[in-house]
């Protein structure tokens, strides 16, 4: 007896996805829409809209993600929730990073990490991110004047995610070493035909021999049970207006044809 590898493929991702579903994540706490509605009234005026709270990677030797609240900063071994959406945002700082400089501009930014508006050194206002030469591998330079193996126009992912605990969504900013383990997870997912919006993950931090710091590594934990998936998009919904471009309205995902499910 011969199995097809397309049968055993599909076996494969069953099993895959029984055992995400036997991993059970805490209870999903969804922010009652109105509710939100009600805070941003009493808190904003109009044309003021809140700042979303942004969870950066710790630095060199850092083991724990630190996140800004009302009652101070507090550490956090994982980001855990739901991935809302996400975009990969570039930017090109002309002069060294100096702390006592508070907003500092880039000369050069993108949005999406498509198309870069500014001074990149090169002719025109508007740059194509993908041959623009500040984006070559070994172009960045550190603190001291040296050159790394880096690029000079860093790019990053912002995930937007909706926290299990509750509570108004907040943005995870991904390094550059966290990109290819996030993009590697969404591949499994697809492969197993698993939207991301429909997984709750563990963004968790790893420390690799020989590394100096921490990488950012998601791992999925259960899926979101089908009662809250609409939650999950209304939540979204409702927050659009408050949201960056190009996470404030995602397209709806189409697979190609093989990967459709019948």
């Known amino acids: 007896h011969v199995t097809s590898p397309q049968i055993t493929k599909q076996r494969k991702n069953e099993m895959t996805n029984k055992n995400i579903a036997k991993l059970q994540p805490p209870p999903i706490i969804i922010p009652d829409i109105n509710e939100l509605a009600s805070v941003f009234r009493d808190n904003y005026q109009d044309g003021e809209s809140p700042r979303l709270t942004e969870v950066h990677a710790p630095g060199a030797g850092g083991r724990q993600f630190i996140v800004s609240t009302v009652m101070g900063e507090v550490g956090m071994d994982a980001i855990e929730g739901v991935v809302l959406?996400?975009?990969?945002?570039?930017?090109?700082?002309?002069?060294?990073?100096?702390?006592?400089?508070?907003?500092?501009?880039?000369?050069?930014?993108?949005?999406?990490?498509?198309?870069?508006?500014?001074?990149?050194?090169?002719?025109?206002?508007?740059?194509?991110?993908?041959?623009?030469?500040?984006?070559?591998?070994?172009?960045?330079?550190?603190?001291?004047?040296?050159?790394?193996?880096?690029?000079?126009?860093?790019?990053?992912?912002k995930i937007l995610i909706a926290p299990l605990e509750g509570g108004f969504p907040m943005i995870l900013r991904l390094p550059p070493t966290g990109i290819s383990p996030f993009r590697i997870h969404r591949d499994k997912l697809t492969?197993?035909?698993?939207?991301?919006?429909?997984?709750?993950?563990?963004?968790?931090?790893?420390?690799?021999?020989?590394?100096?710091?921490?990488?950012?590594?998601?791992?999925?934990?259960?899926?979101?049970?089908?009662?809250?998936?609409?939650?999950?998009?209304?939540?979204?919904?409702?927050?659009?207006?408050?949201?960056?471009?190009?996470?404030?309205?995602?397209?709806?995902?189409?697979?190609?044809?093989?990967?459709?499910?019948?």
């Open 85 to 157: 959406g996400w975009y990969s945002p570039r930017a090109y700082y002309d002069q060294p990073f100096d702390p006592s400089v508070e907003d500092a501009q880039p000369a050069c930014f993108s949005d999406d990490g498509i198309t870069g508006i500014g001074d990149n050194g090169t002719e025109g206002e508007t740059h194509v991110c993908k041959t623009c030469p500040l984006a070559v591998w070994g172009t960045a330079v550190n603190q001291k004047g040296e050159s790394t193996r880096g690029q000079a126009c860093g790019q990053y992912n």
């Open 191 to 262: 492969a197993m035909g698993l939207q991301l919006r429909n997984t709750v993950i563990s963004f968790r931090l790893i420390q690799f021999r020989g590394e100096m710091s921490a990488r950012i590594i998601p791992i999925a934990i259960g899926l979101v049970p089908d009662a809250q998936r609409q939650g999950i998009f209304d939540l979204h919904t409702a927050l659009s207006k408050y949201l960056p471009p190009p996470i404030a309205n995602p397209p709806a995902l189409v697979l190609p044809k093989a990967l459709r499910l019948p």
